[in-house]
């Protein structure tokens, strides 16, 4: 009864979705006003009833109605309530719901917060009411939630253990919330495409809502990064595994979109680019999904490669992405044509960081593809892995951060290096002293480093003490009331905060790939592990009952330094119900490096045991968390703004 | 996209290879093996290298490797042979190749192209400058 009503609301929600789509194009000539109340309404009503049919799943989990299909193949009774619930997402129909949820908020959140009603306001609407048309009718005609089995199974099929982790909670509404807010960015530029060239206004009204996006994207990719580290056992932290890769093209390419819709705003240039970086990113978004979910990719993984799905995916992708492309190419001429401006400015250091930005996502666009297209040719199999893009992006790294520093630090129009000199000349000699020492000390332990590993030290420092710089540019002016930080404007940290961000970041990855120690060894008991300068101690080993599974959980011991004494537990799951396992690491984390232990196989009376040192591996997730800090604070400024 | 596909893909073969005994006593030797098994893709698992995987092919590979290296080949004669064994699709580092040319040649390709586009803007600055004077 409850399904029903879900679907019921499902239904219904497609067709105020049409409504919202189509209505207030018919009123938009005659009627302005009530065209606009219409899109409003409309995206309230829509998301309302999504989040209806959202709840009527959710409680087919917790109540295990395992009558639903969805249900059934993807729960279990003895599962513990929070995989219950983050179980609702854990599939592919249940996460699609969840797509066309967040699709609904954005419109509905739209709605509430535009400061200006307007007629661009309206066909932002629009354009939202048309991507909740497709993504409901792709819902519901090829992945319906609240499909019923008959007769009802007794019990259920249960959760891939791997996937019974906190993190699958959060980690998939905020990666959607990242993809499906650039839907926003590809709602302004048609809004903007179909109105008059406003003198970038509409690159105004656009960057909370990206900047929202982008803060959502880069806490998901953090969040997955980090779930795929401490899970699959050995510490890696970033595969550049198509899934992967398709999260971070459209993180790059809204990356690019972010800096030149600052420029379009402020300057009111760069805005043909500008527009269609957003339409690209968005494109980029759905063709993540494409990939994963339509079975193109020999990577394939699991679940939902049906290619109906795909085929569908695939025509909305090629549908929207065509209609964008098409209406830019036909009104792209309204828009005055790039003003010209000087090098040395901060509009000029922006366009260099959307080059080398646009550079990247082409990089990771290819290297994803590139395979495929051999392939579909018939020119012979090829992988494209981890070593073609260190190999390229590595390189690229070292010219983008060089000149990045520089572009917060200029003014607009008409730059000024002179009066830096000294400043930079500092951040200089201190990137290279640290880097000097951080290689004499390094190089007794792990032998010397690669010039290319040297220079990104030393650019990831300079990159660093940039940052410093300007954020101590930004606060100059309230110098008497430093101690009351609270008073500070937000906007003096937010570049600082997601330049440092970068830079943190790019020295954790750095630290953990250069320095990396790892034994693997077969103990006995009470056999001592020496690792980093840690010395461990095998105890042995014990079974013990989970809520759901049964573990095997090895026992050592921190023979030295500041954790003499505790006891870390590494486990082996069984996980009777998924007839499956998995592997828990037992990781003690410190800020100067991450002591990572795994229990393997038995190997005769012995048991096998692999232990990591990732040093300094908790700098690239702070990195993130800076990033994503940085892009609040710009977020706050404005939303105080308006 | 769903990071947790990934995860059911791995499932099947929890990630850590190299057991212990197999790596080899010279250190030297033994690093340039780490270099080359991550180089090399496991043909039975999903984008994991040889260095990754515990299947029991990639455990023949890294063997196989290790016997090479021992042998006294270089790591591009072992590349070459892996090839003659699997086919190119065992390489996550492209050879540079005709068929390859795109792939490695496009990133440049993208930043002159921008850096064009760049010095255009810029340079019609230089031009408004010249033709009429600062007020």
Redesign the interface.
Known sequence: MIAELGHFALVMALVVATLQAIAPLYLARTAPDTALAIAMRASFIQFALVLLAFAALTYGFVRSDFSLAVVFANSHIAKPLIYKIAGVW?NHEG?MLLWVLIVAAYGAAYARFTDIKDGFAARVLIVQGWLGVAFLAFLLFTSNPFARLLPAPFSGQGL????QDPA?AA??PL?YAG?VGFSMAYAFALAALTGADDGGNWARRMRPWILTAWIFLTLGIAL?SY??YY????G?FW?W????N??LMPWLAGTALLHSALVAEKRDTLKRWTLLLAIITFALSLS??F???SGVLT?????ANDPERGLFILAILGGFSLVGFILYGLRLPRFAA?K????VSRE?LL??N???L??AT??VF??TI?PLI?DALG??????????FN??FAP?TIPFALLLPLGPLLNWREGRLKPLQNSLALAAGLAVLVTCGIMLTRSVAHGGSSLMIIALFAVALWLLFGASLDLAQRLAPYRSRLTQFWRLPASAFSAPLAHAGLAVMLLGILAATQWREEI???AAPNQQIDIAGIALRYDGLREIDGPNYRAEQARLTYLTGRHQGTHIFPERRFYEAER????EAAITTDLTGHLYA?V?ET?GDKR?L?VWYHPYVAFIWLGALLMALGGSFALVTRLKRA | MARWLLFCLLLASPAYALDPGEALVDPVLETRARALSQELRCMVCQNQSIDDSDAPLAKDLRVFVRARLLAGDSDVDIRAAVVERYGEFALFRPRIAPHTMVLWAMPLLILLCGGFFAWRLVGKTARQNTSTPPQ
């Open positions: 854990g996460s891939t253990p791997i996937l699958l980690h998939p990666l993809y997955g779930w795929a899970e699959l056992g050995w890696g595969f595994d198509p899934v992967e398709a999260s993540g999904t990939l994963v979910r990577s394939v993984h699991a679940f790039d010209p401006f000087q090098p000029g366009l260099v959307n080059i080398f646009a550079t082409v990089t290819l290297g590139y051999l020119m012979g199999k090829i992988s494209v892995g981890a070593p073609y190999a390229v690229l693997v060894v077969a499956a396992q998995t592997t795994v393997g190997s096998v692999r």
